[in-house]
């Protein structure tokens, strides 16, 4: 009953019962399946430890998707990548519409092609920009935070020079000179 439910959802176009039942059949090859529908295209990320036979799992997917024929589905972008790399080793995008393997018009990409994707020296030339951005923004902050010191310096002095002007020394004498009767003769 639940396997038909999730059938159900999967020909309605369900991102998450296409992955369920994608998984049911690639989990054994030690694949795990991730699935979003956008624009009528069904994006699949398959994940692993070891890179698997393409072309079997490009076959594996593909079958399960015609046998399900997901409404409003009409193309398929499938990715694949190891769980120790941060970007895609190969992709693979093909329609869903057409039945017949010879009729198949797969369109393969690599990750030095960038189709959606930036390779390994366009994505660490994106993290050094940011790390950049980052030492920009701290030496801007520095400067910030020295000019109010400063100011907050300046600030203080002339309170206390201030304070010190208006509050009459109790504890200091000085001498009286008064001119004399004696000193003015």
């Known amino acids: 009953m639940v396997q038909y439910r999730f059938i159900q959802l999967a020909k309605k176009g369900n991102s998450k019962a296409i992955a369920t039942l994608l998984n049911s059949k690639l989990h054994p090859e030690g694949i795990n399946a991730k699935a979003s529908v956008l624009n009528s295209w069904l994006h699949i990320l398959l994940e692993s430890d070891e890179l698997p036979d393409r072309s079997s799992t490009i ?29 895609a080793t190969w992709g693979q995008e093909f329609d869903l519409e057409l039945t017949s393997l010879s009729d198949l018009n797969l369109t ?77 003769i």
Request: net charge positive; no cysteine; glycine share 4%.
């Open 59 to 87: 076959g594996i997917v593909r079958n399960q998707l015609i046998e399900l024929a997901p409404e409003s589905i009409k193309r398929v972008k499938l990715l694949f990548k190891r769980y120790i790399d941060d970007y």
């Open 108 to 184: 393969s990409f690599s990750d030095n092609q960038q189709n959606g994707f930036y390779s390994k020296s366009k994505i660490n030339s994106i993290k050094n920009q940011g790390l950049n951005n980052l030492r920009m923004s701290q030496m801007t902050l520095a400067i910030v935070v020295i000019i109010l010191f400063m100011a907050l310096v300046v600030f203080i002095g002339k309170m206390l020079v201030k304070q010190s002007s208006q509050t009459p020394n109790t504890g200091t004498t000085y001498p009286q000179v008064l001119p004399t009767e004696e000193n003015l």
